[in-house]
């Protein structure tokens, strides 16, 4: 090459962005807050977005499209404004729309989904973002540059939020990755990403890979399960597993999402105990929480999203708080051996009949575009990295339960 040739640049790898990349884009003016963004709020492999000042009660959610901004929306729609600079009530049902303290201007090659945390899952709040002229709900396309707001219903318990609470993330990612099964059995040669307990799991004898080799007992509980992601079960365990289930009771006082272990369990809480039919019958418009059997790894080159295993139907749905972050179950060093999925599930308008080991969901591995700098789990303050059927943060770890046998 010459003396003044051009410099070549590296061409950047595609992806979900890691937390090091996330940072670069803050630094470069790509995500836009005032305040500054906390350390806190940049995950392993998104960013958790605040809630702004204002939430306006509006008549009725709206679909997003390309007719009128959200702002003018919110005028046509308003019911009344709350003041978040104070703790201030959502009551149940009702919906809000909550401008974001963040705005972003991205680049031609990023894009962006989001999805509630964790937390907001379990609590039943309905969340999802909105962008000025986008397509759908939870998309930022690429290379948006604009306002976010964030929609909230809070469908079990009235909830009391402040300004700047964070009730969803969003993650970036670079061009299309592909997300295909023969990636996901090329990463379970090589890491176990499934355990089961007492050591359950799929049909052994008859699994084989291509070719006619036989797959080893070690790879078996996660190669045996892939179908469009990993497939996920419900546990519902026998008589010695206790608790198998959460379900939401109805007339419960507010929630404060500031608060952590403020809350006794049993106010808010009916505890099922594992029922020795291995059955379950969901009633219409109650909210369960539920483990899976399956205790999942991630590892740290991916992440990985909950999907329900069959989307057709309507009268059901399971974890729509559905984002892993590489690390979760797995540690920096492999060293966890796997941890459970909790699933939000709720019965529509019919009795839904589940049964242990039934399959209710897959999930779904995402390629990161690089390693990030730090991984899910204790010392970023991760609340379920191993979890068991954990209710949320803002309950009591020690709950004083009474166990309820299963209808």
């Given at each position: 090459m010459?003396?003044?040739?051009p410099?070549?640049?590296?061409?950047r790898?595609?992806?979900?962005?890691?937390?090091q990349?996330?940072?670069e884009?803050?630094?470069?003016?790509k995500?836009?807050s005032s305040?500054?963004?906390?350390?806190?709020?940049?995950?392993?492999?998104s960013l958790?977005l605040r809630?702004?000042?204002?939430?306006h009660?509006?008549?009725?959610?709206?679909?997003?499209?390309?007719?009128?901004?959200v702002?003018?929306?919110?005028?046509?729609?308003?019911?009344?404004?709350?003041?978040?600079?104070?703790?201030?009530l959502l009551?149940?049902?009702a919906?809000?729309?909550?401008?974001?303290?963040?705005?972003l201007s991205?680049?031609?090659?990023?894009?962006?989904?989001?999805?509630?945390?964790?937390?907001?899952?379990?609590?039943?709040?309905?969340t999802?973002l909105?962008t000025?002229?986008?397509?759908?709900?939870?998309?930022?396309?690429?290379?948006?540059?604009g306002?976010?707001y964030?929609?909230?219903?809070?469908?079990?318990?009235?909830?009391?939020l402040?300004?700047?609470?964070?009730?969803?993330?969003?993650?970036?990612?670079?061009g299309?990755?592909p997300?295909?099964?023969?990636?996901?059995?090329?990463?379970a040669?090589?890491?176990?990403?499934?355990y089961?307990?007492?050591?359950g799991?799929?049909?052994r004898?008859?699994?084989?890979r291509?070719?006619?080799k036989?797959?080893?007992?070690e790879?078996?509980?996660?190669?045996?399960?892939?179908?469009?992601?990993?497939?996920?079960?419900?546990?519902?365990g026998?008589p010695r597993?206790?608790?198998?289930?959460?379900?939401?009771?109805?007339?419960?006082?507010?929630?404060?999402?500031?608060?952590?272990?403020?809350?006794?369990?049993?106010d808010?809480?009916?505890?099922?105990?594992?029922?020795?039919?291995g059955?379950l019958?969901?009633?219409?418009?109650d909210?369960?929480?539920?483990?899976?059997?399956?205790?999942?790894r991630?590892p740290p080159?991916?992440a990985?999203?909950?999907e329900q295993?069959?989307?057709?139907?309507?009268?059901?749905?399971?974890h729509?708080a559905?984002?892993f972050?590489p690390?979760?179950?797995?540690?920096?060093e492999?060293?966890?051996?796997?941890?459970k999925?909790?699933?939000?599930?709720r019965?529509?308008?019919?009795?839904i009949?589940?049964?242990?080991?039934?399959?209710?969901?897959r999930l779904?591995?995402h390629?990161?575009?690089?390693?990030?700098e730090?991984?899910y789990?204790?010392?970023?303050?991760?609340?379920?990295?191993q979890?068991?059927l954990a209710?949320p943060?803002?309950?009591?770890?020690?709950?004083?339960?009474?166990?309820?046998?299963?209808?």
């Amino acid at each position: 090459m010459g003396l003044f040739s051009p410099t070549v640049k590296p061409e950047r790898k595609t992806g979900i962005l890691p937390s090091q990349q996330i940072r670069e884009l803050i630094r470069n003016g790509k995500i836009v807050s005032s305040p500054e963004i906390a350390d806190g709020q940049i995950q392993p492999a998104s960013l958790d977005l605040r809630l702004g000042n204002v939430a306006h009660r509006i008549q009725a959610s709206f679909l997003p499209g390309r007719s009128s901004p959200v702002s003018s929306k919110i005028k046509d729609l308003k019911l009344a404004e709350l003041d978040l600079t104070k703790p201030a009530l959502l009551e149940r049902g009702a919906v809000f729309i909550v401008p974001v303290v963040e705005s972003l201007s991205l680049p031609r090659d990023i894009g962006g989904k989001a999805n509630p945390k964790s937390t907001t899952g379990r609590l039943d709040i309905f969340t999802r973002l909105i962008t000025d002229g986008g397509w759908e709900f939870e998309q930022v396309p690429r290379g948006y540059s604009g306002n976010l707001y964030i929609e909230i219903v809070s469908r079990t318990f009235p909830i009391v939020l402040t300004a700047g609470v964070k009730l969803n993330q969003l993650r970036f990612v670079r061009g299309n990755p592909p997300s295909t099964d023969g990636i996901l059995e090329q990463l379970a040669r090589k890491e176990h990403l499934v355990y089961y307990e007492n050591g359950g799991g799929p049909e052994r004898a008859s699994v084989e890979r291509g070719g006619n080799k036989p797959v080893d007992q070690e790879d078996i509980s996660s190669t045996a399960i892939i179908d469009r992601g990993l497939r996920t079960t419900i546990h519902l365990g026998g008589p010695r597993s206790g608790i198998s289930a959460y379900k939401a009771r109805k007339n419960s006082p507010p929630v404060d999402l500031a608060k952590v272990g403020a809350y006794e369990v049993g106010d808010f809480w009916e505890s099922i105990a594992s029922p020795s039919s291995g059955r379950l019958v969901l009633n219409p418009g109650d909210f369960y929480l539920l483990g899976s059997r399956e205790r999942f790894r991630i590892p740290p080159t991916f992440a990985a999203e909950m999907e329900q295993y069959d989307p057709s139907m309507g009268d059901f749905s399971v974890h729509y708080a559905g984002f892993f972050d590489p690390g979760f179950g797995y540690g920096g060093e492999g060293e966890i051996k796997g941890t459970k999925g909790v699933l939000e599930v709720r019965a529509h308008e019919v009795p839904i009949l589940l049964e242990d080991e039934q399959t209710v969901g897959r999930l779904v591995y995402h390629k990161m575009a690089d390693v990030p700098e730090k991984l899910y789990g204790q010392s970023i303050g991760s609340s379920y990295q191993q979890q068991g059927l954990a209710l949320p943060k803002q309950f009591r770890t020690t709950p004083k339960i009474e166990l309820v046998a299963a209808p």
